[in-house]
């Protein structure tokens, strides 16, 4: 049961972060959840006793409710109105190319079209 229990810890977390176009961008990841719970019942609901099962209930609970914590209440502090709407006035700013040229949204004015990628990097 308890290795059960952590082998439901790490599907959680592996579902949480490997599949971000279903679960990442959701307020709240119900699966993700759902095997957290589990994952603690599996735990406290086990019949070993001694230090391991401690421990398993030690470290799933506190990864299960750092999680709910940052996910329920720590992500939902930071809504507020975006600075930008749509129809607004696209906000002047300039900053550096890959090629390291200073580039400016008003270089593109009387253009059709634009596109903008902010790419934030992988690291």
Do not use: C
């Not at 603690?40 to 750092?66: D, E, N």
């Not at 720590?74 to 607004?88: K, P």
């Not at 906000?91 to 090629?99: E, G, V």
């Amino acid at each position: 049961m308890l290795l059960l229990s952590l082998a439901l810890l790490v599907a959680a977390f592996v579902l949480y972060f490997e599949v971000p176009a279903l679960l990442i961008y959701w307020d709240y990841p119900w699966p993700v959840y759902a095997l957290l719970l589990a994952a603690v019942g599996l735990a406290v609901g086990s019949r070993r006793r001694g230090a391991l099962r401690y421990a398993t209930i030690g470290l799933t609970g506190l990864l299960t409710g750092l999680f709910l914590f940052e996910t329920v209440v720590v992500s939902q502090l930071h809504r507020q109105r975006l600075a930008v709407e749509a129809g607004d006035r696209f906000p002047d700013f300039t900053l550096q190319t890959s090629t390291n040229e200073p580039f400016s949204p008003a270089q593109l004015a009387g253009k059709s079209a634009a596109l903008y990628i902010f790419y934030r990097g992988d690291w």
